[in-house]
Antibody, heavy 120, light 107 residues
């Protein structure tokens, strides 16, 4: 059974940093692209970015709203995905979902999400 | 960025109704479109990918169609468990944007 479990969310002040983790199990993690998606309270889904596999040099893509502030990384030896968030602003307040990307393109599994609140 | 416009944003329907949701892209995305369902307080679930391919385990009352800039998600006979919010997502080019969502509520 595919499982994605996020951790690391919490309350952080504007301008602060936070690192989210996602522990993956039930599939060969290194074979898949992975992505982060977020959802602000009461709002729709927003694609944050994704990371490719080792054979694709772990290259990344980001939404314009987070580019330069957020960094996605992975550790295939630990079956883990990460989201490093810096220079946080109140608009980054959201539930952050770790997701698996199927066949290069489509998100086929989602974690349960972790809430990040940016507030003073 | 490619914009996805879903319509309607809200619809009220009864059990057994046929429901159609539209997703329009601001430019040609071929068939690189997915649909997902989200229930309150839960993570989304993939329903349809490549515009019309049913994800494994998804009931056959769900179907998708379209290509280019116009796509539809159809629920042939609405069931109580289908009351949720539905999102389209394009994966033709970065960023992989989502539509604004369509909330399906009980009439």
């Amino acid at each position: 059974e595919v499982q994605l479990v996020e951790s690391g969310g919490g309350l952080v002040q504007p301008g602060g940093s936070l690192r989210l983790s996602c522990a993956a199990s039930g599939f060969i993690f290194s074979d898949y692209y992975m992505a982060w998606v977020r959802q602000a309270p009461g709002k729709g889904l927003e694609w944050v970015g994704r990371i490719r596999k080792k054979v694709n040099s772990y290259t990344t893509e980001y939404a314009a709203s987070v580019k330069g502030r957020f960094t996605i990384s992975r550790d295939d030896s630990k079956n883990s995905l990460y989201l490093e968030m810096n220079s946080l602003i109140t608009e980054d307040t959201a539930v952050y979902y770790c997701t698996r990307v199927r066949a290069v393109y489509y998100i086929d599994y989602w974690g349960q999400g972790t809430l990040v609140t940016v507030s003073s | 960025d490619i914009q996805l416009t879903q319509s309607p944003s809200f619809l009220s329907a009864s059990v057994g109704d046929r429901v159609t949701i539209t997703c329009r892209a601001s430019q040609d995305i071929s068939s690189y479109l997915a649909w997902c369902q989200q229930k309150p307080g839960k993570a989304p679930n993939l329903l349809i990918y490549a515009a019309s391919t049913l994800q494994s385990g998804v009931p056959s009352r769900f179907s998708g169609s379209g290509s280019g800039t116009e796509f539809t998600l159809t629920i042939s006979s609405l069931q109580p468990e289908d009351f949720a919010t539905y999102y389209c997502q394009q994966v033709n080019s970065y960023p992989h944007t989502f539509g604004g969502g369509t909330k399906v509520e009980i009439k």
